[in-house]
């Protein structure tokens, strides 16, 4: 298990930093291709989308290390060194906050049905829940995420939703998908989870 900073930003680092490793280790050069264009047409996504030119800076620390892996010259070290600095993974987390964001505003007949219960409109949980540093990120967040990047998270929960048996429970986002990482959800917190 690698663990994260517990800041409320541990759903968006233990994400990123796991598919940093799984772009590194086990993807396909295809895989890799894709989600680094996925990630390359985002600041055009944003910018249309109506986001401020600042997000380029955000997307800029994000890119670098993504454009390192494509190009193999990005070693686990580096990967370390990346989450271990501050200010990076602050600008790689807010970024994928961003993204959120962007296909929450897209899909927003979509998810208002799942935001109902939080008195918000879409645009306010945005704001509120998403584009907030320091915010949990909870299942809205996590689908809409991996929706963009058309990616897949395993989530094992331990919390009081475990099996009959005793078991953790676990769901793979979106359902069916092929997860890129597994992260550990204990209530307000993720980790990294090796299997």
């Not at 058309?150 to 475990?162: F, P």
């Amino acid at each position: 298990m690698r663990t994260t900073r517990p800041d409320g930003n541990c759903f968006y680092r233990g994400f990123a930093f796991g598919l940093c490793e799984w772009l590194m280790t086990l993807a396909e050069p295809e895989d890799v291709t894709r989600v680094v264009s996925v990630f390359e047409a985002s600041k055009a996504d944003l910018l249309a989308a109506g986001f401020d030119e600042f997000i380029d800076d955000f997307w800029a620390m994000t890119m670098a290390p993504l454009r390192a892996i494509k190009g193999g010259n990005y070693s686990h070290d580096d990967l370390l060194a990346c989450f271990r600095d501050q200010e990076r993974t602050e600008y790689i987390v807010q970024f994928m906050r961003f993204l959120v964001s962007l296909h929450l505003a897209k899909n927003a007949d979509f998810f208002q049905f799942f935001i109902e219960g939080s008195g918000l409109s879409v645009d306010e949980f945005r704001r509120i829940e998403v584009e907030a540093v320091g915010r949990d990120a909870d299942h809205v967040q996590i689908t809409a995420l991996t929706a963009y990047l058309d990616l897949a998270v395993r989530v094992v929960y331990l919390d009081q939703s475990t099996t009959a048996d005793g078991a953790a429970s676990e769901i793979v986002i979106p359902d069916g998908g092929r997860p890129v990482c597994t992260l550990l959800y204990r209530p307000g917190h993720y980790d990294v989870l090796y299997e």
